[in-house]
């Protein structure tokens, strides 16, 4: 009979004796029966419970009187300052609304510079200071709080001891109630800053830059003949994870504290058969997309597509598209949705971007376009292109706003996990570059060159040759998903973006440098029709200047190969492979003034973001260098010496039992094992120097990132392969790690 033992399986007087891994195996294979919802949608559509949980402006609409409500609605619209006034009436019907779902407490919900959310809960409950008490909610309350700032990153803003700091309403973001077990909490919005007011936070900055392209925009619409009066910037995040059983989970450390499994053999079978992508989804797996469905709906977050994706255990979810501030807001509750979510399901939801090794990692595919008040798509080319001028300065303005800035586009995306996957043969290189497809290649050529367009040699359908299917209509244009930053339809894709960050730093700056490239348009349009009143004729020159100047970052091709590289080095282009060779470019004096001159960031401001993707990254190697260190120390040393031990006990016994019998094969195994396990030991050693040299050496920022980079990383990288080679020769019986076989196809 089976007994549970923590340390190995074998026989213990005459008893098996099963690991905790094996343990954990059985555990996850018990209980992938699905875990059925309360929801019922033959009783309640998706529309009946869309935004249930979003104070949207229907109910404030009929909460509050017709003059507050229309107040509120222009200052939004017109990007106005709110009249205090309105607050108290706003509060006050917020909080009925709160009480009446039943919600006990409210808090200021916030994006730090951590790159999570946080909130501080209060309850609604005051002393009436006769032994009673009073629900409250006042308009003072609901503009601004005052969180304890101390304990945030602030890149050098402010001192440690200097913690005071403010949140403030973001009116542009609806509050919304969320739901836990023995809850609910009103959570509201709001944008981050410390006593001097310097932004603390990934939303003050996103507001800055919509405001700033929408100044640039208008101004540009109105010269091509638009009487748009606003322009937003649209996003539709799509969100890749992995999902692996928490039996499992629970047996890792290193992906406990890290995200990632810093140790593990490349399994016998990875994505090789193409058997998972977009594969008829587990019943487990599909109950667990339909949870988080349900709750996302609730608040608000349009989640349109779920599927399987590359990778085994690797699946994706994306939104209907939303302006950039509502967009950032709904993907980091989607991400706090899906890991609360999953443990409901006795899951594991991880988000970092290489979580296993030897098979693709997650992105976090950054679809951005511009939409104005009229509702026009400002990125649709229509059916022709090469005739609608509001397409053409936009296109032309956003490829010289990627060509010019490329350098800062990628340290947006910069991170110790991102650089695991970039650059790899699942995502897109550190090279920036723009894909524009067949058609509007020829449309930019055609442009350059003065020459009338020639007629696209693409079918308009697609015959399928079998009379009984109808006829396919073809896109202009194919994808192309090797490259960054990629035209798909009416909209460009930025697919370098990492899974686990908030979108919030990458919107702003591409709409902060997209702001100085439409401004530029506009200026150079506005010259040109001062010497010619031909608006065609001033666009069109204009559009052939800058797409001249900047065409180097066109490619079409394969951005995996290695001719690509050897291209765009001629090219000019920057090919920054790493976060420290990245993070410099943020704070360039053409970055600052960049910044400085759209009142997004100031230089303060802008250095100590620097500061802080810094100081994130070296802290995250420290946390996977100690990480790799204890579990090689205290896990796998033992269980390799412990195999060691049996072997050379073996061929003692053999030797002793059988005289004249070769045993060199099963000595070369233990020298293999021996070996190995002396070499690790080694490379450990070296690793625990390392770490206490980085503590004792540079302390500049930059230098500090550098040795992690050069020096920690390959220690770690040297330990993890000896590691992962004695997984290979280890009994079985004895590894305590779950293994990517297991933990990659059981769930």
């Not at 509007?440 to 079998?466: D, F, R, W």
Request: with cysteine; net charge negative; aromatic share 8%.
């Amino acid at each position: 009979m089976a007994k549970t033992h923590t340390k190995h399986r074998g026989t213990l007087n005459g008893e098996v004796v099963v690991n905790s891994r094996q343990t954990a195996t059985q555990k996850a294979a018990a209980q992938r029966e699905p875990v059925r919802s309360t929801f019922d949608f033959t009783s309640s559509s998706i529309s009946e419970i869309f935004n249930s949980n979003v104070f949207t402006r229907q109910v404030m609409r009929a909460a509050v009187p017709k003059t507050v409500y229309e107040a509120f609605i222009k200052a939004i619209d017109d990007s106005t300052a709110l009249d205090p006034t309105l607050a108290d009436v706003i509060a006050n019907a917020m909080k009925d609304w709160a009480l009446a779902r039943g919600a006990t407490h409210y808090t200021h919900w916030f994006q730090p510079m951590t790159g999570f959310t946080a909130e501080k809960h209060d309850s609604f409950l005051n002393s009436t200071g006769d032994d009673g008490g009073i629900l409250e909610f006042s308009g003072k309350v609901l503009m601004q709080g005052e969180p304890d700032a101390s304990s945030f990153p602030s890149g050098g803003i402010r001192s440690t001891f200097e913690a005071r700091g403010y949140t403030g309403w973001d009116p542009t973001s609806p509050a919304f109630i969320m739901e836990s077990t023995n809850g609910k909490t009103l959570c509201i919005p709001t944008v981050f800053c410390s006593f001097s007011g310097h932004a603390l936070d990934k939303k003050t900055p996103l507001l800055r830059s919509i405001e700033a392209i929408n100044k640039q925009a208008v101004r540009l619409l109105k010269l091509v003949g638009s009487e748009a009066k606003r322009v937003t910037t649209t996003v539709g995040p799509e969100q890749e994870y992995f999902l692996i059983d928490e039996s499992y989970y629970l047996q890792r450390p290193d992906i406990i504290n890290s995200g990632r499994a810093l140790f593990g053999a490349k399994p016998p079978k990875g994505q090789e058969m193409e058997d998972h992508y977009w594969g008829s989804i587990k019943e487990r797996v599909l109950s667990f997309m339909m949870d988080t469905e349900q709750e996302l709906y609730k608040l608000g977050v349009p989640v349109k597509t779920r599927h399987n994706e590359v990778a085994p255990a690797q699946f994706e979810v994306a939104p209907i598209f939303e302006n950039s501030n509502l967009a950032t807001d709904h993907n980091m509750l989607l991400m706090e949705v899906f890991k609360k979510t999953a443990q409901r399901h006795g899951l594991r939801c991880l988000f970092h971007e290489k979580p296993f090794s030897g098979v693709n990692g997650s992105g976090k595919h950054n679809n951005w376009s511009l939409a104005d008040s009229n509702g026009n798509n400002l990125l649709d080319p229509g059916k022709t292109p090469h005739e609608n001028l509001v397409f053409l300065v936009f296109l032309s303005a956003s490829i010289r706003a990627v060509n010019k800035f490329g350098g800062l586009l990628r340290a947006t995306i910069a991170s110790a996990g991102n650089d695991h996957r970039l650059g790899a043969n699942e995502a897109p290189p550190a090279i920036m570059s723009v894909y524009l497809g067949d058609r509007l290649t020829q449309v930019v050529e055609s442009i350059i060159s003065g020459k009338p367009l020639e007629k696209s040699g693409l079918a308009q359908t697609i015959q399928l040759g079998v009379s009984a299917f109808p006829e396919l209509p073809r896109d202009d244009s194919d994808r192309n998903r090797t490259s960054p930053f990629a035209f798909t339809g009416n909209k460009f894709e930025f697919r370098a973006v990492g899974s686990s960050q908030s979108i919030g730093w990458p919107n702003t700056v591409l709409n902060t440098m997209a702001a100085d490239s439409i401004e530029y348009m506009a200026d150079r349009i506005e010259a040109a029709l001062k010497k010619d009143k031909d608006l065609n004729a001033a666009v069109q020159t204009v559009c052939k200047e800058v797409l001249t100047e900047n065409r180097r970052i066109l490619f079409n091709g394969d951005n995996y190969s290695s001719d690509w590289h050897v291209e765009a080095e001629k090219r000019g282009l920057p090919n920054l492979r790493n976060t420290i060779d990245a993070l410099p470019e943020l704070v360039t004096p053409e970055i600052k003034a960049l910044f400085n001159k759209y009142s997004v960031l100031t230089e303060e401001e802008l250095v100590s973001r620097y500061n802080v993707q810094l100081e994130a990254y070296c802290k995250t190697v420290n946390i996977e260098a100690l990480l790799t260190a204890s579990i090689a120390t205290t896990m796998i040393l033992p269980a390799a010496m412990q195999y060691q031990s049996r072997i050379a006990s073996t061929i003692i016994q053999t030797k002793e039992a059988v005289s004249g019998l070769d045993l060199t094969p099963q000595e070369n195994l233990l020298r293999d094992v021996a070996e190995r396990v002396s070499k690790l030991r080694t490379n450990v050693e070296r690793l625990d120097a390392l770490s206490h040299e980085v503590d004792e050496g540079e302390t500049d920022g930059l230098s500090h990132a550098k040795f992690y980079q050069q020096k920690v990383i390959p220690a770690m990288t040297a330990v993890r392969t000896v590691a992962d080679e004695l997984e290979t020769l280890v009994d079985d019986s004895l590894w305590p790690l779950p293994k990517f076989r297991e933990m990659l196809y059981i769930y």
